[in-house]
């Protein structure tokens, strides 16, 4: 039984036991890997992501009041709170994401009615899989399905066609985004949202975060395995990280007087080498090199090219280790571990970094034969095992009414 199939069977069943009754609509939204461009969004920059098969699934239907009701499964709890007047929770963070994506749909959309829903999901959580972007997504994609906030025609959604649908995506995207920065108050850039409502089966997906342009470049046929590997190191510590070299970007953005980092070119930054301080200017070389080798890789794709994409996502790891300094001893032993093992194409640590996953483009029919050496590896130079997830590229974000 495929993830998303034993998923639906056990949420409907869920959602039974906790409201009675049937969902009339259900919500499945990916996780996603980061490929190329390592914090670059926030820069303006170019990233390349993959949607992946692990999934957020929200099953509910509209209420009579203006309540909603959620029960998460992972956790065994619940949030109520009214829909006209959304307030931070008490509960834990999972509800801060819920409520924050009704705050920040009402910006946009009509809050039609109340709702009781069910969440559940096989994204490894904390491990930099953007969990929470798929939980936003996934309820807001029910929200927009159940008839329970207004058509998202006010986004701009007025045929179907590709590129309409599209526009509302990256409207929703924004919006989403809004909630995690000022709701939530994670100051996270848009590659997250933007993945996992992007998404598509066989494909990386591209965008340009300061002209928001974006393309969807396939992988190749057979498309490779996306093996994450997760060292089970905790990400706390990636909170406060995370915000220090957004400061230390912007610090270099400060001295070329420009509105991102994407504005000052290589050439710029080494002329100015000697006049910038001595972490801000190695910040800033990794991020322009990200975006450097996004185009590059891009133009590999394109060209069914998959080695040498693979070859820029270790290049990209090295940056990160060595310029931007947001690898640990863990995330390097993965990958040391995962270059000695078959099928490799290519590896970096995902996200934020400093801990949880790394991403590995491996061959597909060499998948399961890389997971179990990568394994032994790491388990071999640290003395803990990973937890090694084969993943595919999948579709983004959808919602769907249901037979009860
Ligand atoms: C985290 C953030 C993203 C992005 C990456 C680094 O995953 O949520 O917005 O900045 O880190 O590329």
Same mark, same amino acid.
């Given at each position: 039984m495929s993830s998303s199939v034993a998923?639906?069977?056990?949420?409907?069943?869920?959602?039974?036991?906790?409201?009675?009754?049937?969902?009339?609509?259900?919500?499945?939204?990916?996780?996603?890997?980061?490929?190329?461009?390592?914090?670059?969004?926030?820069?303006?920059?170019?990233?390349?992501?993959?949607?992946i098969d692990r999934f957020t699934m929200i099953a509910g239907r509209k209420a009579e009041s203006r309540r909603a009701q959620v029960h998460a499964l992972a956790f065994g709890e619940d949030d109520v709170f009214a829909v006209d007047r959304v307030e931070r929770s008490a509960a834990g963070s999972w509800s801060q994401y819920v409520r924050g994506v009704v705050?920040?749909? *009402?910006? #946009?959309?009509?809050?039609? %009615?109340?709702?009781? $829903?069910?969440?559940?999901?096989? &994204?490894?959580? /904390? *491990?930099? #899989?953007?969990?929470?972007? %798929?939980?936003?997504? $996934?309820?807001?994609?029910?929200? &927009?399905?159940? /008839?329970a906030v207004s058509d998202p025609a006010a986004l701009g959604a007025h045929s179907p066609t590709t590129e309409r649908a599209d526009e509302v995506r990256m409207a929703l995207g924004q919006i989403l985004q809004r909630g995690e920065n000022e709701f939530v108050g994670v100051a996270s850039g848009l590659l997250d949202q933007f993945s996992v409502l992007f998404g598509r089966a066989g494909h990386a997906l591209s965008l340009d975060c300061r002209s928001l342009a974006f393309e969807r470049l396939p992988l190749g046929e057979p498309p490779p395995a996306i093996v994450v590997c997760d060292?089970?190191?905790?990400?706390?510590?990636?909170?406060?990280?995370?915000?220090?070299?957004?400061?230390e970007c912007e610090r270099v953005v400060k001295h070329f007087g420009v509105r991102w980092l994407?504005?000052?070119?290589?050439?710029?930054?080494?002329?100015?080498?000697?006049?910038?301080?001595s972490v801000g200017r190695l910040r800033a070389r990794h991020v322009l090199n990200e975006n450097a080798r996004?185009?590059?890789?891009?133009?590999?794709?394109?060209?069914?090219?998959?080695?040498?994409f693979g070859a820029l996502m270790s290049?990209?790891?090295?940056?990160?280790?060595?310029?931007?300094?947001?690898?640990s001893v863990e995330l390097n032993a993965l990958i040391e571990a995962a270059e000695a093992s078959p099928g490799f194409l290519g590896g970096k640590l995902s996200g934020a970094g400093w801990a949880g996953c790394t991403v590995n483009l491996v061959e597909a029919a060499k998948a399961e034969a890389f997971a179990d050496f990568v394994?032994?590896?790491?388990?071999?130079?640290?003395?803990?095992?990973?937890?090694?997830?084969?993943?595919?590229?999948?579709?983004?974000?959808?919602?769907?009414?249901?037979?009860?």
């Open positions: 998923l639906e069977a056990s949420i409907r069943a869920a959602f039974e036991q906790a409201f009675g009754g049937m969902p009339t609509a259900l919500a499945r939204s990916p996780g996603r890997v980061e490929l190329l461009g390592n914090h670059t969004d926030y820069n303006g920059g170019l990233v390349m992501a993959a949607a705050w920040s749909l *009402a910006e #946009l959309l009509e809050i039609q %009615s109340g709702f009781d $829903a069910v969440i559940a999901g096989d &994204i490894p959580l /904390g *491990a930099g #899989l953007s969990s929470s972007a %798929s939980l936003q997504t $996934a309820l807001a994609t029910f929200l &927009i399905g159940a /008839g060292s089970k190191t905790s990400r706390r510590l990636a909170d406060g990280m995370y915000n220090q070299r957004r400061s994407r504005d000052v070119t290589l050439k710029q930054l080494h002329s100015a080498w000697q006049d910038l301080d996004v185009e590059r890789g891009a133009k590999a794709l394109k060209a069914g090219r998959l080695a040498e290049e990209s790891h090295r940056s990160s280790r060595d310029d931007f300094d947001n690898s394994a032994a590896g790491y388990a071999r130079r640290t003395g803990t095992s990973p937890a090694v997830h084969v993943c595919h590229s999948a579709d983004g974000a959808f919602a769907w009414k249901c037979e009860s």
